[in-house]
């Protein structure tokens, strides 16, 4: 944490700081006896994913609309942002109010009808992502100079031809062309959530992610990460939950559809791209445990992580299959 930077913002009044959750950026609650803000710190970990000057001006054209904390300093290492008062929630409360919830994403995913959003982003994410040519030999490197040996069939696996032309091929499908892309978070873990609990309202936080992507990926995401519980103090530091029940995954589809495009017919298309999506996104952390080895704090055992997500991509598969 930069101590200076922290003083000089704070016109050098005292202040505590308070790590909060973060595998992204080192992310900190910092207050002074008037005031409260967060402060991130940059990590370069995932740098073939992220943009952070994009990531800092989605954030900026958000809170404009009252959609996200203002950007109060940014640089290219750090920023510091407003410090919403609002309450974490668990994943029982999402699954409790999944109504409010799935007519947030609806809304959320409209900005793709704003210019302003999206002359911020290109390529769907998650193709971009996992066509990036440098991928491997950056987890390989990964895991040689941390000598995670435990891991090195695992990404051998991950990566043999036989994978890579199945995760690549499921790009064509003909699902992923025939809807619009939306504005994703593409991060959609209960940790990225906060309630106003005066007004009932859920509001999305930490964009790092964030994105234009399928809409079908950005609901298999959200659905799966509603089994990962990372609100554990003690090793491997999350528990996988009880997934949610198929009618319950439809009836949150329906109330999504309904908010984001004002209709009662789930499309066939968004279907099939959330059965597709559920494999994609299993995939992708699962390279993003792999990167994460070389963090200097991590925050979940990341062996056991990379390893509950290969399975649960092999279960995803066979399902699909």
């Known amino acids: 944490m930069n101590q200076e930077l922290l003083l000089k913002f704070f016109n050098d009044e005292p202040f505590k700081s ?14 002074t006896a008037k005031e409260s803000v967060i402060y991130r710190r940059y990590t370069s970990t995932f740098r073939l994913f992220q943009n952070r000057e994009r990531e800092v001006r989605f954030q900026q054209e958000l809170a404009q609309l009252e959609l996200a904390p203002k950007v109060l300093y940014s640089d290219n290492l750090q920023r510091i942002e407003e410090y919403w008062p609002y309450s974490p929630v668990t ?16 809304s959320f995913h409209k ?28 987890i390989f490197d990964v895991i040689t100079d941390c000598n995670c040996q435990k891991l090195y069939s695992t990404f051998e ?23 619009p892309l939306v504005i ?11 309630k106003d609990k005066r ?10 992610f964030a994105g234009l992507n399928y809409p079908g990926y950005e609901l298999a995401n959200f659905f799966n990460e509603m089994e990962w519980d990372y609100t554990f103090s003690e090793p491997p530091y999350f528990k996988i939950k009880e997934g949610w029940q198929e009618d319950l995954k439809l009836n949150f589809i329906k109330e999504y559809w309904k908010e984001y495009a004002n209709s009662d017919e789930i499309p066939k298309a ?23 080895l070389k963090q200097e704090q991590q925050g979940i055992d990341l062996v056991y992580y990379v390893n509950r997500r290969m399975t649960n991509f092999n279960k995803v598969l066979n399902l699909t299959q």
């Open 91 to 106: 994943l029982s409360e999402i699954k409790e109010d999944y109504i409010e919830v799935a007519r947030m994403l609806g």
């Open 18 to 31: 308070e790590r909060m959750c973060g595998l992204t950026n080192f992310v900190y609650k910092v207050s």
């Open 157 to 179: 696996q991950v990566f043999s031809d036989q994978n890579q032309t199945f995760i690549l091929g499921l790009f064509k499908d003909p699902s992923f062309s025939e809807l």
């Open 199 to 208: 007004l009932m309202k859920y509001h999305l936080i930490d964009f790092e």
């Open 184 to 194: 994703a978070h593409n991060d959609l873990n209960a940790t990225n959530f906060l």
């Open 111 to 138: 900005l793709r009808n704003r210019n302003s959003f999206v002359e911020i982003f290109d390529t769907p994410s998650i193709y971009q992502w996992l066509h990036n040519v440098n991928l491997r030999d950056e």
């Open 270 to 292: 968004l279907l099939r791209q959330i059965e597709i999506g559920g494999i994609l996104q299993n995939y992708f952390w699962m390279l993003i445990g792999g990167l994460s």
